[in-house]
């Protein structure tokens, strides 16, 4: 009977490290799910920040894709244009660098993300100005093409026009110039005291004159004109003096004998040209041409024996 006491005893200290070592156990196996879950926890986040790295990193590539796209164009950038590119082209490299780190925290995760979220919305702007500046520049090659064309219209009709000018000028020209009515040359005998007389025989023959009427012309110049003649021999030479100069006529230049000067008042006036040849006339037929204004006025011949 004494040893009953000192048995509980000796039970009762072995519950004791029974209920120890199942508290120490679960202890350790609590220990050990906490460490578990942490360890889950952590791996969780790693690969959700991988993942979210990776995805980050595509978008960038995917935005640069769009911007190297649109640039492709042969749109010619305004300056600002140039300068938003630049400024999107080193965001796009500054967040490769940030994200190409080995750890992101919460923090810079967050950041990488609402900047590449801004990023996309300014390449989504760039792109639709860009898009905006090739239809403006499409409009203004298009208004080009058409004041070009209508340029060339423009000028075309000027050159008509200017053309349909030039023949009016030239008609009015013509219409405008004097022309003779009833136009002689009459070979004359001059004597030594001044009387003259009419003759035919070459050897004695000295002068020449010349009579016309000027035809009546409503648009012709009235005052003073300018009158040159041309006297060709019965061998085809112009006789001309030292003093003989050149004019213009019938769109060429030509070498006169005689120059003088009559008035014109569209009244039927008769005119009559002294010529005086500073050699013995020949005989044959002499051809005297009378020009004014730039024209043929008139012609006529006269035969010497």
């Known amino acids: 009977m004494e040893n009953q006491p000192e048995q509980n005893s000796n039970s009762r200290k072995n519950s004791n490290v029974i209920y120890f070592l199942i508290v120490v156990v679960v202890a350790l196996l609590g220990t050990d799910v906490y460490l578990y879950y942490q360890k889950r926890g952590t791996d969780e986040k790693v690969v959700y920040q991988n993942d979210e790295k990776t995805r980050l990193q595509t978008e960038l590539d995917s935005l640069e894709a769009q911007i190297q796209q649109v640039n492709s164009s042969k749109t010619k950038l305004t300056a600002d244009m140039i300068a938003k590119n630049d400024s999107l082209q080193t965001k796009i490299k500054y967040l490769r660098v940030q994200l190409a780190k080995g750890k992101l925290t ?34 203004l090659t298009t208004e080009r ?5 209508n340029l060339a219209t423009v000028s075309t009709k000027a050159t008509s026009l200017e053309a349909e000018n030039k023949d009016l000028n030239t008609k009015v020209q013509v219409g405008s110039a004097l022309k003779t009515s009833g136009m002689t040359a009459v070979s004359y005998k001059v004597k030594d005291n001044g009387k003259e007389s009419t003759n035919d025989k070459a050897k004695n023959v000295k002068k020449l004159k010349i009579n016309f009427t000027v035809v009546n012309n ?14 060709i021999d019965p061998a085809g030479n112009l006789i001309t003096q030292d003093d003989s100069g050149t ?59």
């Not at 993300?113 to 520049?137: G, M």
């Not at 409503?218 to 006297?231: E, L, P, S």
């Not at 569209?266 to 020949?282: E, G």
């Open 106 to 139: 919460a923090a810079e995760l967050s950041k990488a993300q609402e900047d590449v979220k801004q990023l996309r919305y300014f390449v989504t702007k760039y792109t639709a100005d860009l898009e905006e500046l090739k239809k403006q520049n499409a409009s």
């Open 145 to 149: 093409d058409t004041l070009k064309t």
């Open 218 to 231: 409503t648009i012709a110049t009235q005052g003073m004109h300018d009158i040159y003649v041309r006297v």
């Open 247 to 305: 004019f213009s006529a019938d769109a060429q230049d030509l070498q006169f004998t005689y120059k003088t000067s009559i008035e014109y008042k569209n009244d039927d006036t008769s005119y009559t040209i002294d010529w005086l040849n500073p050699t013995a006339f020949q005989k044959g037929a002499y051809t005297v041409i009378l020009y004014a204004d730039g024209f043929t006025m008139g012609k006529t011949t006269v035969t010497l024996r």
